[in-house]
């Protein structure tokens, strides 16, 4: 069976500061996808990132950089010197073999940064 | 113009109302689908849609009936709803499995 955990509910932290959202799947594929998607009050989720299974490079884009580890089935996500814009709900996601288009999606992280 | 958009942004229906959530993108993509969205729940898919084909049924109750007429377009019909299916609906397209989804800004139902 597929499964995202995101363990962290909500965590609050004070501009500038450093915050890592924690992702934990669960899959017997072999080749997968993972992916991070931000949703601000408006409503839509916003696409991130997505890494393949066989790519375990880290990602830094900006403010925002990613850790994936196989071997702890962990697809970590850093958000560097938090802005108030950063607040959001974080969404991490599997998605398995290929041809299927289904998504499983983690319960969310919501993110508050206060100035 | 965004690439998916979802109208109404807001509903209000009765129990015995018939209503439909419309979906249009503007993206190119040959998959569309439909989530729900419920208050400490994770996103659960509902339908997907590919090249017009269903190829997702998630065990959804017949009272959400889905229709996808072409590649652009996807809506759900609503009738007969229940106040727990109270929740915001995302609509989302991608250009083949695997690939990132983009999602439209939802339309947050309310049953009375």
């Not at chain 1, 974080?90 to 289904?102: D, E, I, M, N, Q």
């Not at chain 2, 996807?74 to 609509?91: G, I, K, M, N």
Request: hydrophobic share 35%.
């Amino acid at each position: 069976a597929q499964k995202v955990t995101q363990a962290q509910t909500e965590i609050s932290v004070v501009e500038k500061e450093d915050v890592t959202l924690d992702c934990v799947y669960e899959t017997r594929d072999t080749t997968y996808y993972l992916f991070w998607y931000k949703q601000p009050p408006s409503g839509e989720l916003v696409f991130l990132i997505r890494r393949n299974s066989f790519d375990e490079q880290n990602e830094i884009s900006g403010r925002y950089s990613w850790n994936f580890q196989k071997s702890t089935s962990s697809f970590n996500f850093t958000i560097t010197a938090s802005q108030v814009v950063d607040s959001a709900v974080y969404f991490c996601a599997l998605s398995g073999v290929s041809g299927t288009y289904k998504y499983i999606f983690g319960t969310g992280t919501r993110l508050k940064v206060l100035a | 113009e965004t690439g998916v958009t979802q109208t109404p942004r807001h509903l209000v229906m009765g129990m015995t109302n018939k209503k439909s959530l419309k979906c249009e993108q503007h993206l190119g993509h040959n998959a569309m689908y439909w989530y729900k969205q419920s208050a400490k729940k994770p996103l659960e898919l509902m339908f997907v849609y590919s090249l017009e084909e269903r190829v997702e049924n998630n065990s959804v109750p017949s009272r959400f009936s889905p229709e996808c007429p072409n590649s652009s377009h996807l809506f759900l019909h609503l009738h007969t709803l229940q106040p727990e299916d109270s929740a915001l609906y995302l609509c989302a397209s991608g250009s083949r499995a695997n690939t990132e989804a983009f999602f439209g800004q939802g339309t947050r139902l309310t049953v009375v």
